[in-house]
């Protein structure tokens, strides 16, 4: 067999791309009642066999068919039978070896994925699923991040044991906290918290759970093995191939009808084990190597997929394309983004325009890569530093609103702004505009504006890290942190993009401190619902935060001069204050104009409001003033480590710079110059690592 180099030698020279690039849009099996096409891309095989079986594990096959050669390296076999339930794999010759691979194509599979299955589609829809549709988008999009077994896996949340850790966990309506018919658990809780979409993680047939093993088993997920399957271990049968199909579309089905959009996120990036589809099918072709040979790492997960390839780009998008059409799916988180080649992000971005309207898919990922990768031709890839070469419509999450907010991600013990870190203050009032003014800046140094605030995914907590909660563990005094949370959200949700929160992120969930905890058991994972109520306060203020951020079209604006509505932008030690144009043609907001205080001291911070019309909207314990404004007095106090919003009514003659700061200005150098030789110390330790 070919080395790897050798391979990727072969699959560059011009006669391999003019003989086996293929353009059709049919390859995997196609399957109805009239029969079944089954279309399989090869181009190194010398012949394939497809074998049938009538199980998706064990026993011999049904039938060993010689598949015939057409063009472009693509392998078929016709049938006039109905196919649907029979599970398939291939043997290929490739160079002397016989090699058995699965279907990479495949839309079903039996458990574990080992075998594909022939799946008639329309078999698998539940009942008023030509009716499905994703709720009409409001103001703003609010994404919930959730795991399908963390969202209904603990008792607490109220869920029928058979569906706990299922798809089907989220068709249970009216769910509450142990069954006490009093406080909503699940969707309903979820609706009146006010988040827009639900971000699922990885629910793609992927490799570290047995689907046969024990229930309890845990993983995220980022380890793909069949890309257009969902996985079984969240079926309530993993063993038929329909089952996971359905009840798939049974989850997004009641989210739609919940209100909610539906986000589904994708790891293109690299798959479970090198050995996979891919490479029995067409080795080495999906896969980047580097140059002297070295199979390239930049996942960390042992392999990287080579999107820039013409027929593994035209995989991605397909798939991409498939989620959406077939299980009505609103948006893509990309895992690891940046390992992508731009060219190919693009391409999504203008096909699912072209199907569903422009900007109507969401669209947007982590703008990094663990490492360094072999892309071929140096393709420019979808990282931060490459905003402006990619679409207005695609976003990035905002690593650096998220550390300048709570601090490094990465470095616990560090603080952030909030936490009373000293030279974050520029990067703050950045955030506040989502990187439009002065840009995002790169590893190097260079700057690059984002082209729109649609291009930034503003939030402090993922999966990934420990929780926002556990971090002000690590970086504040126990008697400030519930206080430092509630000013974290109300930081980063008084900042254009796009929100985007963990699940439980507003009820102080806790991962015990951990940082990683993708393997870790179910038990340290799942939402603990318990503390939805325990925390209720919390819950309240963030649910009070949403509630206005949704009146605040100067926030929610998602066009390239949102940003300058951001304006009188006053930045001392530890407190950010700035204006927000807030007039819009296309809504009536009851405020024109906003003021907005970060105070992160531990002292007040006094303001005197310039003309009427001055009204409180949220202070540091309630983000719900807004519901009943009370009018501002000659002077107006944002409290020690907290978020003051000030709006300015619209029926009110308007002011001209709006509020008037007043601050000790002497002490204030004296606090700046030190702050900034802390930030340079960092500055210099973190350039060293
Ligand atoms: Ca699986």
């Not at 064990?58 to 039938?63: D, S, T």
């Not at 063009?71 to 016709?78: A, F, I, M, Q």
């Not at 994404?143 to 399908?148: C, N």
């Not at 980022?222 to 969240?234: F, I, L, Q, W």
Request: charged fraction near 30%; glycine fraction near 10%.
């Amino acid at each position: 067999m070919k080395t790897a180099l050798e391979w990727k030698k072969y699959y560059s020279t011009a006669e391999f791309k003019e003989n086996y690039i293929y353009r059709g849009n049919d390859l995997g099996a196609d399957c109805t009642d009239a029969g079944a096409y089954f279309k399989l891309w090869s181009p190194a095989a010398d012949s394939v066999t497809l074998n049938l079986y009538s199980e998706g594990d064990g026993g011999k096959a049904i039938a060993c068919i010689p598949m015939k050669k057409e063009e472009k390296g693509v392998w078929s076999w016709h049938t006039g039978e109905d196919m649907h339930g029979i599970y398939y794999d291939y043997v290929l010759e490739i160079e002397g070896e016989q090699i058995r691979s699965a279907d990479p194509w495949a839309r079903a599979c039996g458990i574990n994925g080992r075998r594909s299955m022939a799946v008639d589609l329309r078999r698998t829809d539940p009942e008023g699923w030509e009716k499905d549709r994703a709720p009409a988008e409001g103001p703003e999009r609010i994404i919930y991040e959730l795991h399908v077994k963390e969202f209904s896996w603990d008792e607490s949340g109220g869920f029928p044991e058979e569906y706990r850790g299922k798809y089907r966990a989220f068709t249970c309506k009216d769910t509450t906290l142990c069954n006490d018919g009093v406080h909503p658990t699940g969707l309903s809780y979820l609706k009146d918290l006010g988040v827009t979409h639900v971000e699922i993680m990885p629910a793609y047939d992927y490799g570290s759970v047995d689907e046969s093993g024990d229930a309890a088993q845990f993983n995220w997920g980022y380890d793909p093995v069949n890309y257009n399957v969902p996985e079984g271990s969240y079926a309530t049968d993993a063993r038929h191939g329909e089952v996971r199909i359905r009840e798939m579309k049974e989850m997004i089905q009641a989210l739609h009808a919940g209100g909610f959009g539906v986000i589904l996120d994708v790891v293109y990036n690299h798959t479970y084990s090198l050995d996979s589809w891919f490479q029995r099918t067409a080795p080495w072709y999906f896969y980047r190597v580097f140059d002297d040979g070295r199979i390239s790492n930049g996942s960390a997960c042992g392999n990287d997929v080579a999107s820039e390839r013409e027929m593994c780009a035209k995989y991605i998008l397909e798939s991409v394309l498939y989620w959406a059409e077939e299980y009505h799916i609103d948006g893509f988180r990309f895992d690891l983004m940046g390992l992508l080649d731009v060219d190919l992000l693009n391409q999504i971005r203008r096909e699912l325009d072209n199907r569903y309207g422009k900007g109507v898919k969401i669209l947007f990922g982590e703008p990094w890569a663990a490492g360094d990768t072999a892309i071929e031709d140096d393709a420019p890839r979808a990282l931060r530093e490459n905003i402006n070469l990619l679409d207005e419509n695609i976003g990035m999450f905002c690593d650096l609103t998220r550390d300048a907010v709570k601090g490094s991600s990465l470095k616990i013990k560090r603080p952030g702004f909030i936490t009373g870190a000293s030279g974050y203050e520029n990067d703050i009032a950045e955030s506040a505009a989502a990187w439009g003014k002065t840009g995002v800046s790169s590893i190097k140094g260079e700057r690059a504006p984002a082209k729109a605030p649609s291009q930034i995914i503003t939030y402090v907590s993922c999966h990934d890290n420990q929780t926002l909660w556990d971090k002000l563990g690590e970086t504040a005094a126990d008697e400030d942190r519930m206080r430092l949370n509630r000013m974290a959200a109300a930081v980063y949700m008084t900042c254009q993009g796009t929100l985007f929160f963990l699940s439980g992120e507003e009820f102080a969930r806790t991962k015990g401190g951990m940082e990683d905890s993708f393997d870790a058991p179910v038990s340290l994972n799942r939402l603990d619902w318990s503390l939805a109520w325990k925390n209720h306060d919390l819950v309240e203020y963030y649910k009070g935060l949403i509630g206005l951020r949704r009146q605040l079209p100067g926030l929610c604006d998602k066009s390239a001069k949102a940003p300058e509505r951001i304006d009188n932008i006053c930045k001392s030690h530890g407190v950010v204050s700035f204006t927000v144009d807030n007039r819009s043609k296309n809504s009536c907001s009851r405020w024109d104009r906003l003021w907005i205080v970060y105070n992160s001291t531990k002292q007040s911070v006094i303001s005197e409001p310039e003309g009427k019309g001055w009204e409180i909207l949220c202070d540091a314990s309630d983000s719900g003033r807004w519901k009943s404004p009370s009018p501002v007095g000659k002077r107006v106090t944002a409290e020690p480590q907290s978020v003051l919003i000030l709006g300015h009514r619209a029926d009110c003659p308007a002011s001209r710079n709006g509020i008037v700061h007043i601050r000790d200005g002497e002490e204030e150098e004296k606090r700046k110059k030190g702050g900034q030789r802390q930030r340079k110390e960092w500055q210099e330790e973190k350039d060293a690592v």
